[in-house]
């Protein structure tokens, strides 16, 4: 899955049956695309950066934003190494199958 | 009212802990119209090692962690914030990733230099402190058990703050009611004169609420239809004379307490959301343990945190207005 063009919004059937909490206290987020949207928000180092004009129209969690790539926030059960995001190239190479896999969805963020 | 993308995220980020702590619901003021019962002291030994426990837990996944001490006045138990921001900076050495910041209101009593050197010291560098207006009507509403007024000691202690050099933050909070209404003007001048150059201090003009405490009916707090319009005009006073304002007040931020990632600890151990309303029973969400784990009642956390689904406004700004409790059968 490739989001383009924008970050993608925030789903309208998310609700509080999406999460959960741990002995911690530590929030669990349950639904994928809900845990995706946080991710992709919190990972941003300004959250009113825009996108480079010069992408290629794929927008990643961590790049693009003003040409640089951003801090990477790997999934550690990738199985495909993740190059830096929209530099100098204007080419986008992450894709999102590489953050959020299925196998993941209990995780904490 | 609009609630930001990025506060939606950060309020259900699981690497973001927000404490806000108890260390004694006891105080040595006597406001008119405090909410609080002042019936329990200071913090248990098993609730300050829970804390601490709790943090050790969290560490290796936290990005950012803030405290925030509340009480009762916890500059009356100064010993437990040393106590527990000295755990906190061991976890620092061995997880350099997290942001720590750390705040606290107090009525800055006990808030002399070499305390608050001390504090700044230890990572506290944010601090909220309130004013009833000038000293006539300070000293009428924050007053000491016996009665006596309390203003000139302060003002004596946050003056003393302009001296201190680094960053730190202090928020004055001004108080306004219709006693003090037409004092308050002169009082804008008095802080503009001693801090209006220092933009480490920030003003907070209020206005002041019926909270819930036995002395509410003696409040007498502005009319409703022109609250709005008396504060501002009031802020725009004290801007145009050149004083910080405290930046909040200009953009909607919801209650810290939708924040799933937000827990008041008293000093018992209770977990609540809300500083205010203490006792009220949607308000217990459960309890923290020796061991650093929580007893929570999910269902009741997630009902707090209900408006930043339905991005209703008034369940942002009051979780508690309209609340209904899913545990009350």
């Known amino acids: 899955m490739i989001i383009g063009g924008k970050a993608m919004p925030p789903e309208k059937s998310w609700n509080t049956n999406d999460l959960d909490f741990d002995e911690n206290g530590q929030l669990i987020i349950k639904n994928p695309s809900l845990k995706y949207y946080i991710l992709e928000m919190m990972g941003k180092s300004d959250p009113d950066a825009v ?12 790049g ?4 640089q790539a951003g801090p990477q926030m790997p999934n550690p059960n990738c199985e495909t190494p993740i190059t830096a995001g929209c530099g100098d190239s204007g080419k986008c190479e992450i894709t999102i199958e590489c953050l959020i896999k299925p196998e993941t969805e209990e995780e904490n963020i | 009212m609009n609630l930001s993308e990025r506060m939606f995220a950060a309020s ?4 973001r802990l927000f404490l806000i702590l108890l260390p004694t619901e006891a105080c ?14 200071r913090m248990e030994e098993s609730v300050i090692q829970g804390v601490k426990n709790l943090l050790t837990r969290r560490a290796a996944d ?3 962690l803030r405290i925030a001490w509340f009480g009762g006045e916890p500059l009356l138990a100064r010993d437990i914030i040393e106590d527990v921001h000295g755990h906190v900076h061991t976890l620092l050495e061995e997880h350099s990733q997290i942001r720590f910041s750390a705040d606290i209101t107090t009525n800055a009593y006990y808030l002399s230099r070499e305390v608050f050197e001390d504090l700044l010291k230890r990572g506290v560098t944010m601090y909220q402190i309130s004013f009833d207006g000038p000293r006539e009507w300070h000293d009428r509403k924050s007053v000491l058990p016996g009665g006596k ?3 000139a000691r302060i003002w004596k202690n946050v003056t003393a703050l302009r001296q201190v050099p680094g960053e730190f933050k202090v928020i004055l909070r001004i108080h306004v009611d219709e006693d003090n209404l037409e004092a308050i003007p002169d009082f804008i001048v008095q802080c503009r004169d001693a801090f209006g150059q220092d933009s480490r201090f920030q003003f907070f003009i209020r206005a002041l609420s019926r ?3 036995s002395r509410d009916h003696q409040i007498r707090a502005l009319e409703g239809g022109l609250q709005d319009e008396r504060i501002a005009a009031l802020r725009k006073l004290a801007s145009s004379m050149g004083l910080n304002e405290y930046c909040s007040q200009r953009t909607f931020t919801p209650c810290y307490a939708v924040q799933g990632n937000c827990f008041v600890v008293r000093a018992d151990g209770r977990i609540t959301k809300c500083t205010v309303s203490l006792d009220h ?3 217990q969400m459960g309890r923290l343990h020796q061991n650093g784990t929580m007893t929570l009642n999910r269902e009741r956390m997630l009902a707090w945190m209900r408006g930043l689904f339905s991005r209703d406004s008034e369940a942002l700004r009051c979780p508690l207005s309209g609340f209904s409790d899913p545990c009350s059968g």
């Open chain 1, 51 to 62: 996108p480079n004009p010069n992408c290629d129209g794929v927008l990643i969690p961590q």
């Open chain 2, 211 to 213: 909270l819930g405490g």
């Open chain 2, 12 to 15: 259900l980020a699981g690497n």
């Open chain 1, 64 to 67: 693009c934003a003003g040409g």
């Open chain 2, 28 to 41: 040595n003021f006597r406001c008119v119209y405090c909410y609080e019962k002042r019936e329990d002291g």
């Open chain 2, 62 to 64: 936290l990005a950012d």
């Open chain 2, 281 to 283: 029973p949607g308000n």
């Open chain 2, 149 to 151: 007024g309390t203003f």
